[in-house]
C-alpha cells in the first residue's frame, strides 16, 4: 500500500496545519482509552484482592473511580474534538478542491476541455470529492485505533512479554501480508473508476439522444446491449471481486483475532507455563483490541480508496492548469476593440488532431475582412467545418497558423479575452441560462418588453433575475437566447443556424427587419444558414466546403 501521495495531499491541502492538532488529539484519544483498559483490570484486581481479605468493605476504593472519570473524560473530549476537526478538514477540503477545479475548469480553453469530455469532470467532481468527504472520520478512528492497540500492546508487556512476543510476531505477519495484497487491490479500485466514467459517458447518450432512441429501436439495443449493458456488466464485476477482497480482509481479521486467542490459551502455555497464570489479564485485554484492530485494519481500506480519488484529482488538476491563466473574479473590461473598424482574419488555420498528433480535420486558410456594420452570411453543407469556423473566429479556438488583427493590432494571448468581449453568438447547439447572467443594472420589465416583442409573454416569465419556464421549443428557446444577446449588447453578433428552427413569421422577421436593427445600431452581424430565400440581405456571402472558405457570388 502506498500512502504517500494521501500524506503529501494532507500536508499540502493543510494550510494552517489542522491535521497535526487532528493527530495530537487522536493519539491523545486512543492512549487515553489504552489507559481505560489499563485502570479498569488494575482497579479490578486490586478490589478482588482486597475483597478477599477480612474486611471486604476496603475492597471499594474511591480514588479508583476519579481515576477513571478522569480518563474517561480525557477520551471522551479528545475523541470529540478529533472527529468535529476532521469533519471540518475534510469538508474545507473538497470546497477548495471544488473550487479550484471548477475556477481551472473555466478558464480552461475550449478545445481543452472538449479533449477532457463531461463524463470525467462530473465523475471526479461528484464520486471522487465525495469519497474523500467519508473517508476524514473513518481514517481518523482508524488512526485513534491504531494507537490504541499500540498502547494496549505495550499494556500487555507490563503483564507478560511472552505474549507480546507472540502478538506482535502474529500482527506483523497479518499487516503484511495485507499491505503486499493491496497494491493489487488499489489498483483494482482505480479500474473500477475508471468503468464508471465510461459508463457516465455512455449514460450521456442516453439523456442527450433520448429521442433519437425512441425513434429507432435498433439505435437503443445496440447502445444498451452493445455498450452500457456491457459495461455496466464489467463495472458491477469488477466492484465484485474488490468487494470479495475486501471482505476477505475483513474475515481473515476476525478469525486472526480468535486464532490469537486460541494461540495465546492453548500455545503459549506451553512454551511459557507462567503465561497461565496471567492469562486473566491477558484474555481481556486482546478482546478489548479485536474490535481497535478491526477498525484500524478497515480504515487501510478507506485509505485505498481516499488514494485513488487523489491520484485522479491530481491528473485532473494537472491536465487543467496545462495552458491554463486567468481568475475568476469580476472583470474590468476595458472595451479596447470596441470602436473597430475592421476585422481582417489572416491565412487562418485550424486541425483537429489525435493523441498521436495527426491531423483528422482541418479548416482553412480562411483569409477575409469583416467590416464594421457588415451583414455577413456564411453558407455551406453538413460536415463542411461551418461550427468549427464560427469557433476560430471569435477566438475560441486557437489557430493552428495564421492570426487575426483589429485595424492594426494582431490579436495575442494578452488581448484576446478583450477580443472576445466583442462577440455574442448562439451557437448551434447552444446551452439556454436560466439566469442572464453577465448583464448588469436590469430591470424586470425590460426583459418582460423583450418577452413580448419575441412572443414569448405567455410561455414564460422574467422574475428575480430568471426565466419561469424553459421547457419551450427549439425556436421559442432560441428567441430566449436572442433576447440575452440583445442585452449583452455587444458588437459583433455570430448566429449559427438562428432561424432554421423559426416559423415563417419569425424567420422573415429576422432576415428583413431584427439583423438591419442590429445594423443600425452598428453592429456587425455574420449568420450561418441555408436560407437562399434572404441572400439578398447580405453584404457578402461566403461559403464552407470541405474546410475551405471560399467567396460566394449571389
Request: charged share 25%; no cysteine.
Amino acid at each position: 500500500m502506498n500512502v504517500k501521495p494521501l500524506l503529501d495531499f494532507i500536508k499540502r491541502e493543510s494550510k494552517d496545519n489542522t491535521y497535526k492538532k487532528i493527530l495530537a488529539m487522536t493519539i491523545i484519544s486512543g492512549l487515553s482509552n489504552a489507559l481505560l483498559l489499563a485502570v479498569i483490570n488494575y482497579s479490578t484486581a486490586k478490589m478482588v484482592k482486597e475483597a478477599s481479605g477480612d474486611d471486604a468493605e476496603s475492597a471499594f476504593n474511591f480514588k479508583f473511580i476519579i481515576i477513571f472519570a478522569i480518563v474517561f473524560l480525557i477520551y471522551i473530549i479528545t475523541k470529540s474534538r478529533a472527529l468535529k476537526l476532521t469533519a471540518s478538514f475534510a469538508e474545507n477540503i473538497v470546497f477548495n478542491i471544488r473550487e479550484r477545479i471548477v475556477k481551472q475548469l473555466m478558464n480552461t480553453e475550449l478545445n481543452q476541455f472538449e479533449d477532457l469530455g463531461r463524463a470525467e469532470i462530473y465523475t471526479r467532481l461528484t464520486n471522487d470529492t465525495n469519497e474523500l468527504s467519508s473517508s476524514g472520520s473513518f481514517i481518523a478512528n482508524g488512526i485513534q485505533s491504531a494507537v490504541l492497540v499500540f498502547f494496549a500492546i505495550i499494556y500487555l508487556g507490563s503483564i507478560n512479554m511472552t505474549a507480546v512476543f507472540v502478538t506482535v510476531g502474529m500482527l506483523t505477519i497479518a499487516i503484511s501480508n495485507y499491505f503486499i495484497s493491496s497494491k493489487k487491490l488499489q489498483s483494482e479500485i482505480g479500474e473500477a473508476i475508471s468503468l464508471e466514467t465510461v459508463y457516465f459517458d455512455k449514460l450521456n447518450e442516453v439523456t442527450g439522444g433520448f429521442k433519437e432512441i425512441k425513434l429507432n429501436l435498433k439505435k437503443k439495443y445496440d447502445l444498451f446491449v452493445g455498450k452500457l449493458q456491457s459495461i455496466a456488466a464489467e463495472l458491477r464485476d469488477k466492484k465484485i471481486l474488490t468487494t470479495e477482497k475486501t471482505t476477505y480482509y475483513f474475515v481473515f481479521a476476525q478469525a486472526f483475532f480468535y486464532g490469537l486467542l486460541g494461540v495465546m490459551v492453548y500455545v503459549v502455555p506451553v512454551l511459557d507455563k507462567k503465561v497461565l497464570t496471567d492469562l486473566a489479564k491477558i484474555t481481556p485485554t486482546i478482546l478489548f483490541i479485536i474490535i481497535p484492530l478491526s477498525e484500524a485494519i478497515g480504515a487501510l481500506e478507506v485509505v485505498n480508496k481516499a488514494t485513488v480519488a487523489i491520484t485522479n484529482l491530481d491528473e485532473l488538476e494537472q491536465r487543467l492548469t496545462e495552458n491554463n491563466a486567468g481568475k475568476v473574479e469580476d472583470p474590468v473590461i476595458m472595451g479596447i476593440f470596441n470602436d473597430f473598424k475592421k476585422v481582417h482574419f489572416n491565412d487562418l488555420r485550424f486541425a483537429y488532431r489525435n493523441k498521436e498528433g495527426q491531423d483528422q480535420f482541418s479548416i482553412g486558410p480562411i483569409d477575409f475582412e469583416v467590416n464594421r456594420g457588415d451583414i455577413i452570411f456564411i453558407i455551406g453543407g453538413n460536415g463542411s467545418g461551418k461550427s468549427t469556423l464560427v469557433k476560430l473566429l471569435t477566438g475560441l479556438y486557437p489557430p493552428t497558423s495564421g492570426d487575426i488583427t483589429i485595424d492594426d493590432t494582431i490579436i495575442t494571448n494578452t488581448n484576446i479575452q478583450e477580443y472576445r468581449e466583442l462577440y455574442s453568438v448562439i451557437f448551434a447547439d447552444f446551452f439556454l441560462f436560466s439566469e442572464l447572467y453577465g448583464v448588469r443594472d436590469l430591470t424586470d420589465n425590460t426583459v418582460i418588453q423583450l418577452l413580448k416583442k419575441m412572443q414569448l409573454s405567455d410561455k414564460t416569465g422574467y422574475k428575480d433575475g430568471a426565466f419561469l419556464n424553459l421547457n419551450l421549443s427549439t425556436g421559442q428557446r432560441k428567441r430566449l437566447a436572442m433576447i440575452a444577446t440583445i442585452l449583452e449588447d455587444k458588437n459583433i453578433l455570430v448566429f449559427d443556424e438562428w432561424a432554421a428552427d423559426q416559423d415563417p413569421e419569425f424567420r422573415k422577421y429576422f432576415y428583413e427587419e431584427l439583423i438591419f436593427e442590429f445594423k443600425k445600431q452598428g453592429k456587425t452581424i455574420i449568420a450561418i444558414t441555408h436560407d437562399d430565400h434572404y441572400f439578398d440581405k447580405a453584404d457578402v456571402i461566403y461559403k464552407m466546403e470541405y474546410g475551405k472558405f471560399l467567396k460566394y457570388s449571389k
